[in-house]
Every structure is written in C-alpha cells, then in structure tokens.
C-alpha cells in the first residue's frame, strides 16, 4: 500500500514538474514574442492577426491571443486532435506575457531596420530555445501546430509544408486586412523560425519525434489520484 502511495505521488510530482517546465517555456517564449513585436519591422503571420484582432477590437495583445488560440483549440478538438494541459497553458501564457513585457516597458521599440532586424533574430532565438523547455515537457503541442497535423491528417495527399504555407498566407492576410503590422520582418519570422528552432534543438541535443505526449485525461487523472 505505501509503495502505491510513492508511486502515486511521485507520478503526480511528475506531472506537476511537467507542467512547471511547459509554463516556464512558455514565458521565454512570450518573451521572444515581445522581442519580434519591438523589433518595429512586421511580426509574424499569427502575430500580425492578434495585433490586428487587438487593434480592431481595442483589447490587449494577450486577449486577442488568448480568444484566437481558443478558438483555434475548439477547431482541433472537432479534428480529434490529441489535447494535453499544455495546449492550455499555451493559450493562457503567452498572450499575457507579452502584454507584461509591454506594460513593464524593459525594452524599447527600434527606430532603425538594423537593429529592428537583430532585435527580431534575438526574438526567434528565444523562442527557439523556449520551445525546447515546452517541448520536452511532452503535455501536448499548440493549438497551432495540432490544427496542422490534423489538416495534414484530413488531407493525406498534400505536402504538410504545403498546408502550413496556405495557413500562414490566409492568417497573414488576415492581420494585414485588420491592420495588423505586416512588414519585411513577417517574411523573416515565416522564413527564419523553423530553421531557427531547429538550430536550438541541435545545441541541446533535443529531438522533439522522441518526446511521449500525456493527453489531458490521463494528466488530469494522475493529478486527481485516479489513474
């Protein structure tokens, strides 16, 4: 009986470990964010929607984010996509730590396309590493990244990078038309994230195919000592 009761609280420490590195990550990665945003030369295709939702609806950043990544979170669980706690944490935490960042005013906004563009490349380094610390938590991917691999699953006989230029040019569009801040530094965001992410898993020898998920249920089992 007692060593059901070890196991049982270490597997919640386990989860509760868990969610503390993904939330940790997510905050670095709210961090990057806020460094693309400040760059002051366009931001990414999902960030130039939210900036263009805010604008448009005279609400925060982070509350533009945290409606969209909801609304995106309620899409992939109509494709059966696989939903963990980190998808929520991903909704909740990043929006919010870029309108901290933005309220707390640490780092200004560029003048100048040079150091708009060092401010930007320092912003997806962050964000490269920070995926790392969500990553490895293995609670689940965001909301995004779901919506592509269910598109992908729905649509076997296109390309994935396809599906995922189709999403990024209509949420791109989408910003612009809102009034969201599309610039030459969108291109470098659309281009520069992905080899930029994998640069940073190559420095900490991380390989994201070999992360195990926890779904929802089954965390929230542990945590309620009914697994």
Not at 45 to 53: I, V
Not at 142 to 168: C, E, F, H, W, Y
Request: hydrophobic content about 50%; charged content about 15%.
């Amino acid at each position: 009986m007692k060593q059901a009761e070890k196991r049982s609280k270490k597997s919640r420490t386990d989860v509760v470990l868990r969610i503390a590195g993904a939330a940790l990550g997510l905050f670095f990665f709210g961090f990057g964010v806020h460094l693309t945003i400040q760059a002051n030369i366009g931001v990414g295709p999902w960030d130039a929607l939210h900036l263009g939702l805010a604008n448009t609806l005279h609400v925060k950043y982070g509350t533009a984010s945290i409606a969209m990544s909801l609304l995106i979170l309620g899409i992939d669980v109509l494709l059966k996509g696989r939903i963990g706690i980190g998808m929520f944490l991903d909704a909740l935490i990043v929006g919010k730590t870029v309108d901290l960042f933005d309220w707390l005013g640490i780092v200004p906004e560029m003048t100048g396309k040079f150091s708009g563009v060092l401010l930007m490349l320092a912003g997806l380094i962050v964000e490269g590493f920070s995926l790392y610390l969500y990553m490895r938590a293995g609670l689940g991917c965001g909301p995004r990244d779901t919506l592509l691999v269910q598109l992908k699953k729905k649509m076997r006989k296109i390309p994935i990078g396809l599906i995922s230029i189709l999403i990024l040019s209509v949420v791109t569009f989408a910003g612009w038309k809102l009034g969201g801040p599309v610039h030459f530094g969108t291109l470098i965001c659309a281009l520069g994230t992905g080899p930029i992410m994998q640069a940073a898993f190559r420095v900490v020898h991380f390989k994201a195919e070999d992360v195990t998920h926890q779904d929802l249920v089954t965390s929230l089992m542990i945590l309620t000592d009914r697994a």
